[in-house]
């Protein structure tokens, strides 16, 4: 099948030369590339999304074959579509269709069916991409992939790890982009609550929580066209690894337009794993622990013979994060156990398991958690304020039986005033109770 430009001369030009000028102006050419598995961009007309694409699609090293997920506005074909074979024609040029990855995700979905039709003239959410790709990439491949917008969020998810099994199986390189405008607002809406819920849908997208975007879309009324491609995707890239989110542009069609009774929304956000590099030995232990813990249920051996490493004893603090976000951190002010390395064992299982602000870590978190190890040095007393910085040393604040510490170089602690008080609501010890202090140092593994 020969898929014609659709809307060439409409939503973007019709001549190359003007084409590739336009793009030109819309993209940053100094964006440092990153290695992405998975994005979401607008798909409006050129002159109202095409600065969120462009600056998007800047800061992706493009892999071979990108699968787009694009959205069926006018219902047209199969629910859940899939197109293996053919060629997609744009001013620019022919972008081939990906056959044999297309037929894998095909031959691996439940739900996917082949219908041509659903991609056919005059839908625009796949076809708006193209360029853009092409511009960095002509030699790119595509597997199109139409979802329409039922509110099952099951399927979504489902579709999602089907495309995640195909990619992890897979000798090419291929990443996933969702084709999605935001919020379009009505009439009688208020451009805040438009807005609003433009946030609204980010904010779970930000998080990989696709239960909670798909929640809001329900509970809010938010006419985000793409959502279900996007619960697809959050539910994909979870399976590959992904750890890092960054919503890289926002706007609307006002900024363009000026026209405030009828705005949609559009938002640019890249996915990425964490970068690749060697675990210190510390971490590793962590890491293994908890992984073991939680899928196994029991507890692994200290290594034998012991690294030197882990010979010594000291206090120890193992913190977990979640999509930058704390996802649980417990320690021991002095040495509980015979060697760091034990130190490290139990109070990874701590952190991951019985940390009272959080729910244990289950089995489906464990790709998204990164770890830090802080390996404390033995506290000393100080006399006064001046003699403690919050970047280089942590604090222990004493009041009797009571203690509360926070470790150093945190973000949003820039103070040793802010320590303090932080220990003192962590110990409940009140503001004019005199205390002893403490300090000490951290080696911090990562």
Known sequence: ???????????????????????SEMVDKNAVKE?????????AGYVYSG?????????????????????????????YSIMTNG????????????????????NNSKYLQEDYSAFDSPEHSIEVQLPFLQYFKPDIKIAPINIAPYKK??????????????????????MIIVSSDMHHKERNEQLESSQGKDNLAIEPIL?????????????????????????????????????????????????????????VGYAGIIIKKAEDKDLSEPVELAKKTIETYVNEGRIIETPNPLPPLFQEKAGVFVSLHKFDQLRGCIGTFEPAHDNIAEEIISNAISSATRDPRFSPVTA?????????????????????????DAKKYGVIVEKDYRKGLLLPDLEGVDTAEQQIDICRRKAGIMPHEKVQLYRFEVKRYK
Not at 1 to 23: C, D, H, T
Not at 35 to 43: A, K, Q, S, T
Request: hydrophobic share 40%; charged share 25%; proline share 4%.
């Open 364 to 388: 489906d978190e464990l790709k998204q958690l990164e770890y830090n190890v802080d390996v404390l040095t033995t506290p000393e007393p100080v006399n006064d304020i001046s003699e403690l």
């Open 35 to 43: 290695d992405v598995i998975g994005l979401i961009m607008p798909h």
């Open 87 to 106: 060629i997609w024609k744009t001013p620019l040029g022919e972008v081939a269709v990906n056959s044999h990855i297309g037929k894998q995700i095909l």
């Open 207 to 263: 998080a990989l929580n696709e239960d909670e975007l798909l929640n809001r879309i329900q509970k809010y009324y938010i006419t985000m066209c793409g959502y279900a491609g996007a619960v697809s995707l959050i539910a994909a890239v979870k399976e590959l690894g992904a750890k890092k989110v960054e919503l890289v542009m926002q706007k609307n069609s006002a900024d363009v337009t000026g026209d405030y009774a009828r705005v």
């Open 1 to 23: 099948m020969i898929r014609e430009a659709a809307v060439a001369g409409m939503f973007y030009p019709n001549s190359p030369s003007e084409l590739r000028e336009m793009i």
């Open 153 to 174: 969020a099951t399927i979504y998810k489902e579709i999602g790890r089907e495309i995640a099994k195909v990619i992890e199986d897979s000798q090419d390189e291929v």
């Open 51 to 79: 600065s969120v694409a462009g600056a998007t699609i800047s800061k992706v090293n493009l892999k071979d074959t990108c699968i787009i997920i694009g959205f069926n506005h006018r219902g047209i074909g199969k629910p």
